[in-house]
């Protein structure tokens, strides 16, 4: 009964949050035609107020871009794919989660491969995997630790692989926890309700993809994501 109720409550959350989204977008259009009307006229404007208001309108498309990905990311799930690159839904990621990361002053550190093929994956499920290993690992992480996080190519039995990995420097995964850890609604914090770990492997699954960690406690966890480059 408690796992339905909080189940419940999460999806409550969602519909909620797309309203709410929604309703920022309408005031926020507002303002974008003021910026606008004010560009047309700024060559007689002080040199001051161009400065301001060309750091508004980045601001005004940076809070459109997280708007359309916090809608995107609600919207119900499909079988259609999307050719994407793991770098590109990480950056997306990176700016949704930001502030949790500021919050703790934790630093995320990328260290990726140049060149890495793009999948042909579904991008929503995959945003989904990398959101949650990155809460993950932040709520994993002490006060001003840090994050790293690579992608890169690696042939395994033959097969041309793209491997996405996130480290972090936390707590750890203690030996007799590690056979549970990806299994539906089991964790180790006292807080949350335990399913983020569970849902990544049934999704990585639909993406044909594999997940699996190493993790030594008290050093921290490394959470790898395999996709066969078809």
Excluded at 78 to 90: F, L, M, R, Y
Excluded at 115 to 141: G, R, T, Y
């Amino acid at each position: 009964m408690e796992d339905s109720i909080q189940a419940n409550k999460l999806l409550l959350l969602g519909k909620l949050t797309a309203n709410l989204v929604h309703e920022i977008r309408n005031p926020l259009s507002a303002l974008k035609l003021n910026l606008d009307y004010m560009k047309l006229a700024q060559d007689d404007l002080p040199s001051d107020i161009k400065e301001i208001l060309s750091e508004s309108l980045d601001a005004f498309e940076q809070i459109n871009f997280l708007i359309e990905d916090v809608l995107d990311f609600t919207r119900k799930p499909s079988a259609k794919t999307h050719q994407v690159g793991v770098e590109s839904i990480t950056e997306r990621c990176l700016k949704i989660i930001s502030i949790s990361a500021k919050n703790k002053n934790i630093t995320i550190e990328k260290d990726f491969e140049e060149n890495i093929p793009i999948l042909n994956v579904n991008k929503n499920k995959m945003m989904q995997i990398f959101l949650n290993l990155l809460n993950n690992a932040i709520d994993a992480s002490s006060e001003k630790s840090r994050i790293i996080i690579r992608a890169f190519r690696k042939m395994i039995e033959e097969k041309s692989c793209v491997i996405w990995e996130i480290q972090d420097f936390g707590i750890g995964i203690k030996p007799e926890d590690k056979q549970k850890i990806l299994e539906g609604y089991y964790t180790t914090k006292s807080s949350g309700n335990g399913i983020g770990l569970g849902v990544c492997r049934k999704l990585a699954g639909e993406l044909n993809a594999e997940i699996y960690f190493n993790s030594e406690y008290g050093i921290g966890t490394t959470f790898s994501l395999k996709f066969i480059i078809v």
